[in-house]
């Protein structure tokens, strides 16, 4: 059975992702940093639809901590397929950002993946398989006002998937990124109305969690070993 880490696990988008690789055959550690409670609701539920799950929690920016709690992971074996999903947003215009808007977000989305990612490297190699999705956002590619900071931070995983997919070529690890437009979820359907999406998405509605689970779920199968360095669309034509 492989391994399989999502960070964020306890969001919308990170809990599909989670059921969908567990459906799928994983072990799945759903990670959380505050919503500890939601983690463990969800390993409880992937366990009693037949699935194997745990929460596990730690904070991304905090390289000791996850080191930590990392290694204690790696006890029990590599993990194979790692999903960076944890991200957040504190919007605003760059005339109007505070600098720790700015460092906040890039300590989440950059250095989290750095922090997460790197520790588990050696083992994966050894299997001489793996697979790591950065989760992007249609910002790093097109761009969007009041996200500067966020759009940075996105934009950084694509160059970095870019390069780690070179190093890793030849150990049997691809490394991808999948870049989302609007997909539904609590926050999205707060600050996209209906006539907003219709005139930003050409198909006219948000993507659901489950079809982006579903291309996470094809980049860390077996079928995609020759998928790596992509930085991957799903956003209804929107760019």
Request: net charge neutral; proline share 3%.
């Amino acid at each position: 059975m492989k391994r399989a880490l999502v960070t964020g696990g306890s969001g919308t988008l990170g809990a599909a992702i989670c059921r969908r690789l567990a459906a799928d055959g994983c072990h799945v550690y759903v990670h959380a940093n505050s919503n500890v409670d939601e983690a463990r609701s969800l390993s409880d539920e992937i366990r009693a639809g037949g699935g194997s799950a745990q929460a596990v929690a730690f904070d991304v920016t905090d390289a000791a901590a996850t080191a930590i709690e990392l290694q204690a992971l790696l006890n029990e074996g590599a993990i194979q397929i790692v999903v960076n999903n944890a991200g957040i947003h504190d919007d605003a215009v760059m005339p109007g950002m505070r600098a720790d808007q700015w460092s906040r977000v890039i300590a989440v989305s950059l250095n989290g993946f750095f922090n997460v990612t790197q520790p588990l490297l050696l083992p994966m190699m050894a299997t001489r398989w793996g697979r790591i999705i950065n989760m992007s956002s249609v910002a790093a590619v097109a761009g969007n006002r009041g996200q500067t900071n966020y759009a940075a931070a996105k934009a950084g995983l694509h160059g970095a998937t870019k390069a780690l997919a070179l190093e890793l070529a030849s150990r049997g690890i691809t490394v991808n990124a999948i870049a989302p437009g609007i997909i539904a979820s609590p926050m999205s359907n707060a600050a996209f109305s209906k006539e907003v999406i219709n005139q930003l998405v050409p198909m006219k509605r948000a993507g659901t969690p489950d079809e982006v689970a579903g291309l996470a779920a094809y980049l860390a199968s077996d079928a995609a070993g020759y998928i790596s360095g992509q930085i991957i669309s799903i956003n209804g034509a929107m760019i």
